[in-house]
């Protein structure tokens, strides 16, 4: 198969994680006898460093050409720390979002097992944990009317949801859990929020076409609680845009690091593969970031294709490699760090 993937690597650890993705890919190319090319654009700092913009036009022709986006991390502590920015490199990765139509978010959580012992979860509860959490992308408090008021003393940002954005989403939720274990559950706040409650009004009206799945609806902050209690209770998981970001970093707690967790987002043009972990800018440049979750990213990149054998090869090194301790000091506990290069090429040898 020939892909022509972009490659924005983006800011902080993004280039260091994606340039093992890359090995990794172009060593899965090498043995199945693929041909990748990879289209690398700018993104975040980088991008508004180059030209004022952090997801310029070039980037989005880029994307938009491609067969699919592989995607580091955006983020730069120089405008964390300056509330006044008018350019954020954040907003790069919302507008690319947004362009791109990639209004789902499917984030995987699953446990690697010589990983298990060292969660701070106990192994009972988490042994097995196989489930979805499928985040809302383009809408909700992420792209409401925000501001401000009462100069400058008074902020807001708002919770928007149509329908019709509830609907899409919730269709790949019945569709996703129709290929799993059946079980939908709606994650919202609807005991308080309006746009909580046409989500449940929608999902609900959708239930009689899916009469095989499980339909349950449940508020997110006791979902909060339940997801590291019982994860094993949930099979797919829909959920809008913030709480969706805020659960999936808990679940990662599952799996054992941040620095593990793949994900793809998907809509109506290009996919695009990220981690879901941010650019931990204090690692930035030192080659210690765990590239495991970026690697992941690539895999869940081939098996949309349909390369379901190189996807599983992927996933077979990363967990031997995890089970070997070739791996970087997030996850070393006092034995040897390897490098993120040489996590990276272990990974590529090994394939
Ligand atoms: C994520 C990140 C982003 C988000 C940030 C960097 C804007 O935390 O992909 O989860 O909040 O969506
Ligand atoms: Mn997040």
Redesign the pocket.
Known sequence: MKLNIALLAGDGIGPEVIDQAVKVSNAIATKFNHEISWTPALTGAAAIDDCGEPYPDSTHAVCEAADAVLFG???HPRFDNDPSAKVRP?QG??KM?QKLGLFA?VRPTFTFPSLIDKSPLKRERIEGTDLIILRE?TGGV?FGERGRKDDGNTAFDTMTYKREEITRLAKKGFELAMTRGKKLCCVDKANVLESSRLWRETVQAMEKDYPEVEVSYEFVDAVAMRLVQWPKAYDVIITA??FG?IL??EASVISGSMGLMP?ASVGEKTKLY?P?H??YPQAAGKDIANPLATVLSAAMLFEDFGLTEEAALIRSVVNKSLAEGIVTEDLAEGGKAYKTSEVGDWLAKNI
């Open positions: 991390a955006i983020g954040e990765l919302l979002r978010n992308l992420y845009n913030l970001d999936t970093d994900s990220e879901i941010g650019s």
